[in-house]
Structure formats: structure tokens, C-alpha cells
T-cell receptor, first 118, second 114 residues
Framework: SAVISQKPSRDICQRGTSLTIQCQVD?????MFWYRQQPGQSLTLIAT?????????ESGFVIDKFPISRPNLTFSTLTVSNMSPEDSSIYLC???????????????FGPGTRLTVT | AQSVTQLGSHVSVSEGALVLLRCNYS??????LFWYVQYPNQGLQLLLK??????LVKGINGFEAEFKKSETSFHLTKPSAHMSDAAEYFC????????????FGKGITLSVRP
């Protein structure tokens, strides 16, 4: 399975500011995803990060609030913009598949970034 | 669209007792099924998965799950609970085919009493 790291692991931010979260994978992967886990809740998919093109957002999430980049097959960033206390969550990066092998149907997750907005 | 139901939010067992965490799914076609575990302050770890073939699948840490199509269930079991099993457990479903999304249940917290 891929080894996934995220930076920062946690942060406390003031409302109105923005935070960029980095996700680095130790091997090339086909699919990269960003999830949000609000306190005591399950995981909600924010978007699929597409390499070389705009991310695909799920209903309720927009690019202006959660801009995503994916410059290559091993790296992606998620920015949480103009933050409010409601954005306090764990943000998780997830990956699936390898180039040339198609999807393996298994998704692996990073350790998460714990964001608190005050 | 698919969905996952995990009844209850918390299960408590004694150390050495059987662990049973229930998961039912709704899907128009037989999906792929997964169990993930989340230890405190960590990300999700894949415990086991069912895609095709044998309906009883074994995973890490002594866990196993059985896919029952007739019951649309994929319950997670472990014969003997260990203190280190205390965590949050998520059942997830994914339809076959390209661009399908992983859909999670709301999760169950497992506590293990000494």
C-alpha cells in the first residue's frame, strides 16, 4: 500500500484566514481524493483531485472555498479559504490505484490534518 | 446510489469476548465492501475488503467479515477482543465501475473493558 503523509498534522487558525494542506504519496497513484471528517462524524468526500486539470467537487463543496491542486501523480494540496469555526474538522487525503494498473478498488488514507478555527 | 447503515454508535465488550460490528448496505448492484479502523488521533487504516470470490474475508489484527448478499450485510467480527482494538470502525461501500465513490457509514466506536 502507498505511504501517505500530510502537512501540517494540526493547526489552529483564526477565522477569515486560509490554510493549505499538503498531501505527499511515496509512489505514483491514479486517483487522489480529499475528505472532511467533522467532529464525531463520518467522512465526507470533498473532491477528486485530477492531475493536470480542475478538481471534481461533490455537492455542497465549491472551488472558491476549497481550491485543490494536483501538479503530478504524487502530490496534491487542499486550501481551506476564508475559514470559519464551522470548518473545524479533520481533513484527510486518500489515494487509489497506480498508473498502468487501473483501479485496485482500495483506497488508502493519510494521517489527517486536524484544523481548529477560532 | 449506494448507502451504508451502521446501527448504534457505540459497542462495549469485555477483553476476550466476541466482537460483532454490524453493517448493512443498499446498492443497485453487488458492490465492493470495506471495513476501516481509525485509532485515536490517526487516519483510517484498511482492515479488510470484499470484491469478488470467497464471501468470508480475513483482514488484519484477527478481524474477518462475511458478505451476505441475501441480507445485504457485511458484519465485522473478531473472536476475542483485545484492549488495543478500541477504536472507531467504519464500513464503506463502493459500486463497481469507473469513477465510483467510496461511501462511508457513520462509524461505530468500540470500547474494550478489562
Amino acid at each position: 500500500s502507498a505511504v501517505i503523509s500530510q502537512k501540517p498534522s494540526r493547526d489552529i487558525c483564526q477565522r477569515g484566514t486560509s490554510l493549505t494542506i499538503q498531501c505527499q504519496v511515496d509512489s505514483q497513484v491514479t486517483m487522489m481524493f480529499w475528505y472532511r471528517q467533522q467532529p464525531g462524524q463520518s467522512l465526507t468526500l470533498i473532491a477528486t483531485a485530477n492531475q493536470g486539470s480542475e478538481a471534481t467537487y461533490e455537492s455542497g463543496f465549491v472551488i472558491d472555498k476549497f481550491p485543490i491542486s494536483r501538479p503530478n501523480l504524487t502530490f496534491s494540496t487542499l486550501t481551506v479559504s476564508n475559514m470559519s469555526p464551522e470548518d473545524s474538522s479533520i481533513y484527510l487525503c486518500s489515494v487509489e490505484g497506480s498508473p498502468g494498473q487501473g483501479t485496485l478498488y482500495e483506497q488508502y488514507f493519510g494521517p489527517g490534518t486536524r484544523l481548529t478555527v477560532t | 446510489a449506494q448507502s451504508v447503515t451502521q446501527l448504534g454508535s457505540h459497542v462495549s465488550v469485555s477483553e476476550g469476548a466476541l466482537v460483532l460490528l454490524r453493517c448493512n448496505y443498499s446498492s443497485s448492484v453487488p458492490p465492493y465492501l470495506f471495513w476501516y479502523v481509525q485509532y485515536p488521533n490517526q487516519g483510517l487504516q484498511l482492515l479488510l475488503k470484499y470484491t469478488t470470490g470467497a464471501t468470508l474475508v480475513k483482514g488484519i489484527n484477527g478481524f474477518e467479515a462475511e458478505f451476505k448478499k441475501s441480507e445485504t450485510s457485511f458484519h465485522l467480527t473478531k473472536p476475542s477482543a483485545h484492549m488495543s482494538d478500541a477504536a472507531e470502525y467504519f464500513c464503506a461501500v463502493k459500486l463497481t465501475g469507473a469513477n465510483s465513490k467510496l461511501t462511508f457509514g457513520k462509524g461505530i466506536t468500540l470500547s474494550v473493558r478489562p
